[in-house]
C-alpha cells in the first residue's frame, strides 16, 4: 500500500500550525500581559525574554499558510477568501507589533510607552483574530462550485467572537508561565499571581466552547453526539482535564518554575487535537474533505522534497535558539 500523501500534508500542516499556536503564543502573550505591567525595567525583562526567539516562532506560520496553498489550493482559496478581514487584522497587528517590539528600545525615554502601548495593541489585535478565525472555521463556509459563496462579513458572529476573547487568556497564560521560568524577584510573583487568575478565566472559555461546539451544525452534531463518537471524542478533553487540575495545583501551590509553562502547553495542545478531530477528515468544514481539496499527487509529490528538507531545518535552529538563550534573564541590555 502506498504512502497517502494527502494525510502525510494534513499532518505536516496540522503540526505547523500547533508549533506556530504554541510557540508564538507565548510570546504574544508577553505583549498581552504589558496591561498588568507599568514598571519599565519589568516590561523590558519581559520583552528580553522573547527577544532572541519571537522571530524564529513565525517561522511556523508561513509554514502552515505556504503549505496550505501547495497542498490544498481549493482549502485556501476559500478560506482566505472568507477570512480575508480577519486575518489582514491578525497581519496587521503581527507587524504593529514588530514594529513596535524594535522601535521601543530605540526611541527616547518618554517616547518608549506610545511604543509599549502599541506592542500591546498588536498583540491584543493578532491574538483577537486568530481566535475569531479559529471560530468561524469550525461553524464552517458556505461553499458552491469549489468557490466561496458567503458574505464578507459571514465569520462575524457571537461564536466567532468568544472564540476571539477565549485565546487572551490562553495565550496570556502561555507567557505567564514562560516568565516564571525566566525572571525572578518581584516580576515572578506577579507572574504566578496572574497564571492563576489567567487559568481560572480559560478554565471557564474552554469549557463554554466544548459545550457549545457540538451544537453548531449537523457534522459537528454527528461527530459528538453520536455512539460510539461521544466516547472516543470525549477522551481527549478529559486528559485535559486532568492537565488543567495539574496546572492549577502546580501554580497555586507548589514553587516549581518549568512545569508551569510545560503543562500548559500540552494542555493546549490538547484542546488543539480536539479541533483537530471535530472537523477530520474535512479541510472545508462542515462537509469538503482533505482529499477533495487536496492538489495532483504529482504537486504533492514535488512540494513533500521541500518539508524534508526545511522541517528539519527549522526544528534544528529553533531547539538551538532556545538552548543557547535558557536561564534568567537578569539584566535589561540584551536587545538592541
Known amino acids: 500500500m502506498g504512502l497517502d500523501l494527502v494525510t ?7 503540526f505547523g500550525l500547533m508549533m506556530y499556536v504554541l510557540l508564538d503564543g507565548f510570546d504574544l502573550g508577553i505583549g498581552l500581559l504589558f496591561l498588568g505591567v507599568r514598571n519599565k525595567h519589568d516590561r523590558d525583562i519581559m520583552v528580553n525574554s522573547v527577544a532572541p526567539v519571537w522571530d524564529g516562532n513565525e517561522t511556523w506560520l508561513v509554514l502552515g499558510g505556504a503549505g496550505l496553498m501547495a497542498a490544498f489550493p481549493l482549502a485556501y ?32 525615554p518618554k517616547h518608549q510607552g506610545v511604543w509599549d502601548i502599541l506592542f500591546c495593541v498588536g498583540s491584543l489585535l493578532a491574538t483577537f483574530f486568530q481566535g475569531a478565525s479559529m471560530g468561524a472555521v469550525i461553524q464552517g463556509f458556505a461553499v458552491e462550485n469549489s468557490q466561496y459563496e458567503g458574505g464578507t462579513w459571514d465569520w462575524l458572529n457571537w461564536f466567532s467572537i468568544l472564540t476571539g476573547f477565549s485565546l487572551l487568556p490562553a495565550y496570556a497564560l502561555l507567557g505567564s508561565t514562560w ?32 459545550l457549545i461546539t457540538p451544537f453548531l451544525n449537523d457534522a459537528l452534531r ?36 518549568k512545569w508551569p509553562f510545560a503543562i500548559t502547553l500540552t494542555m493546549l495542545g490538547t484542546a488543539y487535537f480536539t479541533l483537530i478531530t471535530s472537523l477530520w477528515p474535512n479541510i472545508i468544514p462542515p462537509y469538503i474533505t482533505t482529499h477533495e481539496a487536496a492538489a495532483p499527487e504529482s504537486s504533492l509529490r514535488f512540494a513533500l522534497w521541500g518539508v524534508v528538507i526545511i522541517v528539519p531545518v527549522i526544528l534544528g535552529y529553533t531547539y538551538w535558539s532556545y538552548h543557547v538563550f535558557r536561564g534568567k534573564v537578569r539584566d535589561t541590555e540584551g536587545y538592541h
Do not use: Q
Open 8 to 14: 502525510v500534508w494534513t499532518l505536516v500542516i496540522g
Open 77 to 108: 482559496s476559500v478560506i482566505l477568501e472568507a477570512l480575508y478581514i480577519p486575518l489582514l487584522a491578525m497581519l496587521f497587528g503581527l507587524i504593529l507589533r514588530g514594529v513596535a517590539f524594535e522601535f521601543r528600545f530605540k526611541a527616547i
Open 179 to 210: 516568565l516564571l521560568i525566566k525572571t525572578e524577584g518581584d516580576l515572578y510573583k506577579k507572574m504566578r499571581h496572574y497564571s492563576h487568575h489567567l487559568l481560572v478565566w480559560l478554565g471557564y472559555a474552554m469549557t463554554a466552547i466544548l
Open 222 to 257: 454527528e461527530r459528538w453526539l453520536t455512539l460510539p463518537n461521544f466516547f472516543y471524542m470525549g477522551f481527549v478533553p478529559m486528559l485535559g482535564l486532568m492537565l488543567y487540575t495539574w496546572v492549577y495545583y502546580v501554580i497555586r501551590f507548589s514553587d516549581w518554575e
